[in-house]
């Protein structure tokens, strides 16, 4: 796993109240392991939006939302009590994206290129 970010990068970012001291090292453990698993391209300097991204993943992580407890192969649900009824159907890999997320990866976007890209080569 590449690090991207560290402790005290996100605490010059977001300032050292993001989170409690106990949460901090986890935190950026698993805004790393998210970094890392995206596509990035090799850097020999971790680029500001890279370190931006991982601090507001660091954040999220740190609340419980990100790597969060997910239901697999639940694709329906219905609940019904006194003539009303609800039925949700959701797909096996569904799960909500935190707002630090979606903010993480909009600033990975530019990094990450169009999404199904072949390089294609005539010759």
Known sequence: M???ITIAQVDALLGSAWT???K???AVLMANAWLSAKPLPAFSEVPAAVVQAGAEVAREAAAGALY???ET???SKSVSAD???SSKTYAS???KVSAGEAFALALLAPLLGPANQVKLVRG
């Open 24 to 26: 901090k090292a986890r």
């Open 93 to 95: 890999n569904a799960r």
């Open 20 to 22: 409690t001291e106990d």
């Open 2 to 4: 590449t690090e991207y």
């Open 68 to 70: 969060g407890a997910s």
């Open 73 to 75: 192969g639940v694709l």
């Open 83 to 85: 003539g009303v009824s």
